[in-house]
C-alpha cells in the first residue's frame, strides 16, 4: 500500500516529490548557512581577518566585545529604544485597533488607509521625512541631554513606524472577540472603563503580547530611519555594528551579533509558547 | 459596529491619540518634505519653498534614469528568484502533515526576526573572494579537475590552470543575492496562506480526470493562488526596490540603488530639496504598484460576482 503511494502522489503530496523537497533543504541551507558561519567564526582565535581561517577556540571576543564601552552603550541604547518603543507602541496599536473594530465614522475608509501607509511605504522615506521634520522645527534633542531623553528623537520613529503592525496584529484578535459579552458587562452595570479594562483587555491579552513582540523585533532591528534619526552620541547598536563594518571588519562583530542572534532566538521562543497558550484558552 | 455619535466622548478618546500621533509624526513630515521637494537650498542648513519643478526635473537626468532603472531591474530580478524558489518552498510546507507544518513554517520565519544588518554581515563575510562559498566552489573545482585527471583529461586544463575566485562584493550578483536572502521569507508567507485556503478538491478532480501533475499544477494549482503570488511578489518587491543596506554593504557602493544615492544628497552632498524629490518619486512608484494591485483585486471580485450572480 504504502509503496503504491509512493509509485504516483496523491492530489496534494507535493511534499512527498523530491524535487521540491530538495529546493526546500537548499532554500534551508542558503537561510542558514551565514549565520551558522558567522556563530562559528566568533569564536576564532585570529586577530586580523578573523573571518577567512580558522586558527582554534576561543571566547576572547566576547570578552573584548563586553569590555568595548561604545558597543556596550550602542547595545544599551538599542535595548531602551524598543523597550520604551514598544510600550507607546501596544498602547497605541491598541487604541487604534479599537477604534477601527468598534465604531463607523466618516471617511473611515481613509484611516484605515493611513494606517496602513507606515507598514507599506520604503523605510527610507520615512527615515529622510522624519529626520527633515525634526530638523525643520528645530525638534532636535540638544547634546547633553541626559540619558534615556537623548533618545527621543529616534524613540518618536520607532513608535511611528512599529505602532501600526501593533495595531494590525491587535486587530485580528479583536475579530474573535465576542461583543454580547460587552453587552452583559453593561447591563450589569460596568461603566465604558470598566468594560475595557475586566472584559476587552484580558481577551486581548495574546495580541497585545504578539503586537509587542512584533513592535519589540522591529525596533531592534531598524537601521535606516534610526540612521537618519540618530545623532553623534546616541548610537544604537545596528548603526554602530554598520560603521564598525565599513571600517574594519573584526571578530567582535561576531561575537555581539550572536548575542543578539541568541536574544532574538529567545524572544521568539517566548512569542510562540503565548501564541499556543492563547490558542489553548479560545 | 455602532456609529461614533452615539458615544461622541469615548470615540474621540480613542480616535484622537491614534489619528493625532499619525498625524504629527507621519503626516506632517511628509508635508514637509513634499515642501522640501520644491524648494531650494539658499543656505548650508536652510531651504526656502519656491515652488519649483527643479527637483522633478533633475529626475530625468541620465544618470538618475540609470540608476532608476538598475534599481528596478535588480528588484525585479530578486523577486522573480524568490517567486521561484519561495513557491516550492510554500508547497512542501503547505502539503506537508501537519504536526510538521509549525516546524517548517518556524524554519523560513525564523531569519525573518533575525536583525536584517546581522545577517546582511553574515553574507558579507562568507561572500569574499576568501569567503566560505568559494571555498566551497573551490573545492568542487578540485574535485572535479581531479575526475578529468583521473579520466585522462588532466593535461588539457579544460576548467584553467588553478580555480579563480568568484567576485560578489560589488557586483550585481551580490546585491541580487542580498536581496533574495534577506526578502525571501517575506516571498513564502503569502503563498503559504493561499495554498492553506486552496479547495483541494479541485486538484483531486483534475487528477481524476487523467491530467498529470505538472498539468494540475499550471491550470488549477498555479491560477487558483495567483492572487497570493501577486501579494508575495508586491510584498518582496516594495522593500526591495527601497533597499538601503544590501547595496550598501554587499554593492561595496559600486551598485547603488535609489536608497542608496538619497542618503548621499542628505548625509554627503547636502542637497536636500533633490534628495526629498527622489524620495518622493520613490514613495509615487509605491502607491502606483499598490493602487494597480487595488484595481486588479476590485475587477477581480466583480469577475467573480458576475459568475455568481
Known amino acids: 500500500m504504502a509503496r503504491r503511494r509512493r509509485q504516483r502522489p496523491g492530489p496534494f503530496d507535493y511534499s512527498r516529490k523530491l524535487s521540491l523537497q530538495m529546493v526546500f533543504v537548499l532554500a534551508t541551507i542558503f537561510l542558514y548557512a551565514p549565520i551558522i558561519v558567522l556563530i562559528i567564526f566568533s569564536f576564532n582565535d585570529s586577530r586580523r581577518g578573523g573571518n577567512v581561517i580558522w586558527r582554534g577556540f576561543t571566547t576572547d571576543y566576547y570578552v573584548k566585545a563586553a569590555n568595548n564601552a561604545s558597543l556596550i552603550e550602542a547595545f544599551t541604547n538599542s535595548l531602551t529604544i524598543a523597550v520604551i518603543s514598544t510600550i507607546f507602541s501596544v498602547i497605541l496599536g491598541a487604541i487604534t485597533a479599537v477604534v477601527l473594530w468598534r465604531w463607523r465614522f466618516p471617511l473611515k475608509p481613509g484611516f484605515e488607509g493611513l494606517v496602513a501607509l507606515p507598514i507599506v511605504i520604503p523605510e527610507i522615506c520615512l527615515g529622510v521625512a522624519v529626520a527633515v521634520f525634526f530638523s525643520y522645527f528645530g525638534l532636535y534633542v540638544p547634546p547633553g541631554t541626559p540619558w534615556p531623553f537623548n533618545l527621543t528623537n529616534i524613540i518618536i520613529a520607532h513608535i511611528t ?34 468594560v475595557f479594562r475586566d472584559v476587552i483587555l484580558p481577551h486581548l491579552k495574546p495580541g497585545l503580547i504578539a503586537g509587542g513582540l512584533l513592535a519589540f523585533t522591529l525596533s531592534l532591528d531598524d537601521f535606516v530611519i534610526t540612521f537618519f534619526t540618530s545623532g553623534p552620541d546616541t548610537v544604537t547598536f545596528p548603526v554602530k555594528v554598520y560603521s564598525m563594518v565599513r571600517f574594519s571588519v573584526t571578530p567582535e562583530i561576531n561575537a555581539a551579533s550572536t548575542v543578539l542572534i541568541l536574544i532574538t532566538l529567545v524572544l521568539t521562543a517566548i512569542a510562540m509558547r503565548y501564541q499556543s497558550f492563547g490558542d489553548d484558552r479560545q | 459596529m455602532e456609529d461614533f455619535r452615539r458615544n461622541l466622548r469615548v470615540f474621540l478618546a480613542f480616535f484622537t491619540p491614534s489619528f493625532g500621533w499619525l498625524a504629527l509624526f507621519f503626516l506632517a513630515p511628509l508635508v514637509i518634505i513634499f515642501l522640501y521637494s520644491v524648494g531650494e537650498t539658499v543656505s548650508l542648513t536652510e531651504v526656502k519653498t519656491t515652488w519649483t519643478f527643479a527637483n522633478y526635473a533633475r529626475l530625468t537626468e541620465p544618470e538618475i534614469v540609470t540608476l532608476f532603472i538598475r534599481s528596478l531591474w535588480l528588484a525585479g530580478i530578486s523577486t522573480v528568484i524568490c517567486l521561484l524558489v519561495g513557491y516550492p518552498v510554500a508547497l512542501v510546507i503547505a502539503t506537508a502533515p501537519p504536526k510538521w507544518k509549525p516546524w517548517l513554517l518556524l524554519i523560513v520565519i525564523l531569519p525573518f526576526w533575525t536583525n536584517l544588518l546581522i545577517r546582511t554581515y553574515a553574507l558579507l563575510n562568507i561572500l569574499g573572494t576568501r569567503g566560505r562559498v568559494n571555498d566551497l566552489f573551490e573545492w568542487i573545482w578540485v574535485q572535479a579537475d581531479g575526475a578529468l585527471r583521473f579520466v585522462g583529461l588532466g593535461e588539457y586544463q579544460l576548467l584553467g590552470e588553478e580555480y579563480e575566485p568568484i567576485v560578489f562584493l560589488g557586483r550585481w550578483s551580490g546585491v541580487i543575492i542580498g536581496l533574495v536572502y534577506v526578502h525571501l521569507p517575506f516571498t513564502v508567507l503569502p503563498i503559504y496562506a493561499a495554498l492553506e485556503r486552496l479547495e483541494r478538491s479541485y486538484l483531486e478532480a483534475s487528477l481524476d480526470l487523467g491530467a498529470g501533475q ?50 548621499r544628497q542628505f548625509k554627503g552632498a547636502n542637497d536636500w530639496p533633490f534628495g526629498a524629490a527622489m524620495s518622493l518619486f520613490l514613495l509615487y512608484v509605491t502607491f502606483i504598484i499598490l493602487a494597480l494591485q487595488a484595481i486588479a483585486a476590485m475587477r477581480r471580485s466583480r469577475l467573480r460576482g458576475r459568475e455568481h450572480g
Open chain 2, 214 to 263: 505538472w498539468r494540475t499544477f499550471r491550470s488549477i494549482l498555479l491560477p487558483m493562488t495567483m492572487v497570493g503570488v501577486i501579494t508575495a511578489a508586491i510584498i518582496t518587491f516594495i522593500p526591495m526596490l527601497g533597499s538601503y543596506l544590501t547595496p550598501a554593504l554587499l554593492g561595496r557602493g559600486q551598485v547603488d540603488m535609489i536608497a542608496n544615492v538619497i542618503e
Open chain 1, 161 to 194: 513606524f512599529s505602532f501600526p503592525f501593533a495595531a494590525m496584529v491587535i486587530r485580528t484578535r479583536l475579530q474573535s472577540f465576542n461583543r454580547e459579552m460587552e453587552e452583559a458587562a453593561k447591563d450589569l452595570g460596568a461603566t465604558e472603563f470598566q
